[in-house]
DNA sequence: TCCAATAATTGACTGCGGTCATTTAATTGA
DNA sequence: TCAATTAAATGACCGCAGTCAATTATTGGA
């Protein structure tokens, strides 16, 4: 790999963080990227294998700095605390339609090869919560890995409704709040 | 509305189904339907909003039958009769990561005036389920209606890992048992 | 230093969804 | 029966993602 590749990739990558500061990811063109970043349409292409490679890359990366934050904090006691806690990174997942459509197209790889950087952070954020659940502070007739892959479903049910004309009764951390409460605290 | 409406329509979506069996959805091209019908690529936009709209028709089409056969049924006294009564709506859903994606993108209406026929069976499935759980059989500390939402987020969940390279190991019914159990009969 | 061999870049081109001013057909009222 | 009005259909055109044969830059060996 020549040191050119790696300039015109930070170039690209560099450029389409300042689109999407500007007018967001679902705004962002493929033809704007190249033409700010003064390369031709096919070098994107041979840069990245398609749009959702680069969404990958953008969003990844902030998944992953509110994944920091979560790591920092102390694990959360009540189901309160979980959801405060989690809040802000399901307020970046559901900024945009756009961005949580992308999310849940790449969360899952298709290949094991390809794993993006999307569904690395859903590895990322399901090794840290079933630490919190391996406290015991929660339900103790499930394995915590099984806690965290359920709270997952509800976290992807309740921002889901988010976009629900039907459900814009109530936010999506009431809404959570009580899902969690039923996973986690059942009979109580 | 003129009758010539009726039958333009009409032929529109025969021709679309017949292009569906050949190929299957995601396979599907609008210029290949308006070909087929014998009509202009505008004539197919005037009839639907887009493409979605189409697929929305013709998939929701899909779920409804599906959902006919579970309203038949006696309500599921087990969860592994849960499971199983669902199964072939499941995989009617997942035939096609196509298909998976598009129901996953119309299944909650972004406006109440533009809900289509895939959230409208989205509304059908719950109403039917919370049913299910209204003769008390499983869970007595939450509503059946907060039982039939969190089915329908781990039946999504079950679906998602389902098109996921590292959770292949197990099929979306083994999948989905163990969510059930954990969320249906806690500490059992 | 020069010459392959390889890597990176180019931009015209394609595929496909979606638009819209214009044309054609159906309907209604006199 | 014949305008006038409204509804439906048309197809050239656009936007935008993605491709690929051709070109240019880089590198490593003689």
Known sequence: MQKRTLET?????AVATA????????ALRTDEVVKRAGVAKGTFFSHFKDKDALMDLLIGAGI???????????????????????????HFMTQERY????I???????????????????????DLTVHWFESGKYRSDISAELQADGMQAFVTQAMALHFCALHEDQSMEARLTVYLRAWLCPGS
Do not use: C, M, W
Not at 19 to 26: P, R
Not at 64 to 90: F, M, S
Not at 99 to 102: N, Q, S
């Open 9 to 13: 990739r930070a170039r690209l990558i």
């Open 19 to 26: 689109l999407v500061a500007e007018n967001g990811y679902g």
């Open 64 to 90: 992953d700095a509110h994944l920091d934050q979560l790591a920092k904090a102390p694990p959360p006691e009540t189901v309160e605390e979980l959801v405060a806690l989690q809040a802000p990174l399901l």
């Open 99 to 102: 961005v949580f459509d992308v």
């Open 104 to 126: 849940l197209r790449l969360s899952g790889a298709a290949a094991v090869a390809e794993i993006g950087a999307i569904a690395t952070t859903f590895g990322r954020y399901l």
